[in-house]
């Protein structure tokens, strides 16, 4: 289901069977990749009011579900996080990738109606032919490693690239630097003076025994 089509939904409390209001907005928490809550306008037309996750058993596509236990409560300062986004904020929110390249703005989101976690961000394209023919791509919330009001970031694995290079090219340095030295000594070696002949081992002789004759003999 869209975000978007949550918007107008009417919200139902199970345990007095009755509507207690309609949905007119909702909040994400991106960090969890779930729906945080809906604010709800009440039927007779009080102030909004705030149903949280946890108070939410299913989102049908006629309306909102509560638990048998739910309330719902004055929404409060406190309630809110800093980082929540709600349709006014989601809607546009500029999407840059880790490398420093800019994606594009979000246009809409997808979640699960059971478990309301997040499927797909939707993405409005930066590109010019994006534009005109309304061509939306989808962000994993897996691949979202950082958000606030102001910006979405995700990895697009150039990032990890060049520092996994970066790794491999400090490695095969010390390696060239120790083969170098190694050669080094190598050479060290071979370039020291020859021997002299008084210190060279003599070379050994041998001589000829006939056949059959013991090369010596012990006395008895």
């Known amino acids: ?20 209001g309609t949905v007119s907005d909702y909040l994400v928490d991106p960090a969890a990749g779930r729906l945080a809550g809906l604010d709800v306008t009440p039927l007779d037309g009080g102030d909004v009011q705030r149903i949280l996750a946890q108070r939410i058993r299913r989102v049908g596509g ?42 594009g703005r979000l246009v809409d989101a997808t ?51 060049a520092e996994s290079g970066a790794t491999a090219g400090a490695e095969s340095a010390s390696e060239t630097a120790a083969h170098e030295k190694i050669e080094e000594k190598t050479a060290a070696l071979d370039s020291t003076l020859p021997l002299k002949d008084a210190d060279r081992l003599t070379t050994p002789s041998f001589e000829t025994v006939a056949d059959g004759q013991p090369v010596s003999t012990s006395s008895t």
């Open 62 to 103: 006629s309306a909102v579900m509560l638990t048998a236990r739910a309330e719902s409560v004055p929404t409060s300062a406190s309630e809110v996080n800093d980082r929540w986004l709600d349709s006014a904020t989601l809607v546009g929110l500029e999407v840059m990738g880790d490398d420093g390249t800019r994606i």
């Open 111 to 161: 979640f699960n109606q059971d478990s309301l976690m997040i499927e797909a961000y939707q993405l409005q394209g930066s590109g010019f032919l994006d534009g005109l023919t309304g061509k939306h791509n989808t962000i994993e919330p897996g691949a979202v490693y950082s958000c606030s009001r102001e910006l979405m970031l995700i990895g697009t694995g150039q990032a990890q690239a």
């Open 1 to 20: 289901m869209r975000m978007k089509e949550l918007r107008g939904l009417p919200v139902v409390d199970p345990t007095a069977a009755r509507k207690i």
